[in-house]
């Protein structure tokens, strides 16, 4: 079995590869149980453990459940897997969470009770910027410190520098993005707007804007639609992009773009 440090290792190898996965701890156990406090396990996406040890078929159900739950919204859970008579003196029915916990049945016969806090390690969000205009650049220079994955998608010849990005493509073609959640800008302020329009619109995305004119979009818009792109896709492109702070320089219109992908990405994480 993997040892503590080689679990660990095995997560940050994970983590650096940009994978989705949970780790799952048992923080607690009463009476007889498989696993003891401290055990770790590393849950993929798709359910398989890859690593570790939580227990048998006791609580692997209902660990596995919760696994596949916080990698959709993001959220840690605390699994609270115990016995039908003990979940009835709390007044607890299985499946219902109190205080932050969720409370499981264990229906093996050891009726052990087994705490686990299931924490999921999501990639990092991506930014994709198509365009080398100077609110491509201030956009990508902002968001590196927020955490976020940014790709530059622009002719090379556009750029009068290498930018501080993760990933620079020559043109806007794009082969591979990183996973997570996507949020697309295209700045080419008219440089090559509909060609990197199109391959955005090819991507998908939880944010797509368009930094220009909602006049301009409007006549990109219906040109692409002669061209037979769905009016649908097109709709759900934000133009102008970003909030409406009253920005004027470049910077406060990167700035005003990320403030309205925040508000997208954390949208209901508070509550």
């Known amino acids: 079995m993997m040892g503590a ?6 997560a940050a190898q994970l983590k650096a590869r940009e ?16 696993a003891k406090a ?19 078929g006791c609580a ?23 016995p039908d008579n003990l979940l009835a003196e709390l007044g607890v029915r299985p499946g219902e969470t ?4 969720r409370f499981a049945a264990n229906m093996c016969p050891s009726q052990g009770t087994m705490d686990v806090f299931v924490e999921p390690v999501l990639p990092h969000p ?33 750029l009068v520098a290498t930018p501080e990005v993760d990933v620079c493509v020559d043109g806007f073609a794009l082969e591979q993005l990183a996973g997570g959640a996507r949020f ?3 700045s080419t302020q008219g440089k090559g707007d509909e060609v990197a329009l199109r391959a955005a619109l090819s991507c998908d995305a ?18 692409l639609i002669k061209d037979g792109i769905d009016a649908a896709l097109l709709d759900r492109v934000k133009a102008p992009a970003g909030l409406d702070l009253g920005a004027i320089t470049p910077e406060e219109i990167a700035m005003s773009i990320l403030a309205e992908i925040t508000l997208t990405r954390r949208r209901g994480q508070r509550g």
């Open 5 to 10: 440090t080689e679990l660990l290792d095995l």
């Open 19 to 34: 994978e989705s996965f949970v780790l799952a701890t048992v923080v607690r156990t009463v009476s007889v149980t498989a």
């Open 38 to 56: 401290g055990a770790k396990a590393i849950i993929r996406s798709d359910g398989t453990i890859v690593a570790g040890w939580i227990g048998g």
């Open 60 to 82: 692997r159900g209902a660990v596995l459940k919760a696994a596949r739950e916080a990698l959709a919204d993001g959220i840690p859970r605390m699994i609270s897997v115990q």
């Open 98 to 101: 109190r205080e932050g916990v």
């Open 126 to 158: 991506s930014l994709v910027i198509f365009g080398a205009s100077p609110v491509a650049l201030s956009l990508a220079a902002q968001a590196r410190p927020l955490g976020y994955h940014v790709t530059l998608a622009a002719p090379a010849a556009d």
């Open 184 to 186: 697309i800008v295209v």
């Open 206 to 223: 939880t944010y797509l804007a368009f930094v220009g004119s909602r006049r301009k979009m409007d006549s990109l818009r219906d040109k």
